[in-house]
């Protein structure tokens, strides 16, 4: 086995139970998300969130092996793998340091639900709670979308690494 390779999930089977676990992480944090934004505090969801999203992203890209230290000391070839396949994927994050600004560009794709989640909150109560529900819904889509993008990766990996 290529030493590069040791912390990316060495079959398919682990792949799934990592891809698994991650998404177990997404819908926790996410919950965490909902509380927050249900709170009537003007910006405190948005820092919450870029605080919480960044940390999620860069703990999936651990769990699958692909932060950007450890692409960073793969072979040239399994590198191009990695970023062709997570361009093809539209994860932006595989194999790359997160920073809160590239959360706020994630955030922003997102805009109309977060302006949304912000004006809801001024409703008394059923506000607040659709606040939270939106919270958890974006929240949870840009984590499973940033799991499958991993996924996706790892699974490429896996393959030219056995051909």
């Given at each position: ?12 089977e682990a792949i799934m139970q990592v891809r698994e676990e991650c ?94 989640k912000s004006a809801a909150r001024f409703v008394p109560l059923a ?37």
């Open positions: 086995m290529n030493e590069d390779l040791t912390l990316i999930p060495g079959n398919s998404r177990r992480m997404v819908r926790n944090r996410a919950a965490v998300s909902a509380g927050v934004s249900a709170l009537p505090v003007p910006g405190l969801d948005v820092m919450s969130d870029l605080s919480m999203l960044t940390g999620l992203v860069n703990d999936v890209n651990a769990a699958f092996g692909l932060t950007a230290a450890q692409v960073e000391h793969l072979q040239p070839t399994y590198k191009r793998i990695v970023y062709g396949a997570a361009a093809g994927v539209g994860g932006m994050m595989v194999g790359k340091l997160v920073t809160r600004q590239l959360a706020v560009q994630l955030l922003k794709r997102t805009g109309l639900r977060v302006f949304a506000g607040q709670l659709a606040s939270a529900a939106i919270g958890f819904t974006v929240f949870r889509k840009l984590g499973y979308d940033h799991v499958e993008a991993c996924t996706t990766v790892a699974q490429q990996l896996l393959a030219a690494r056995a051909a």
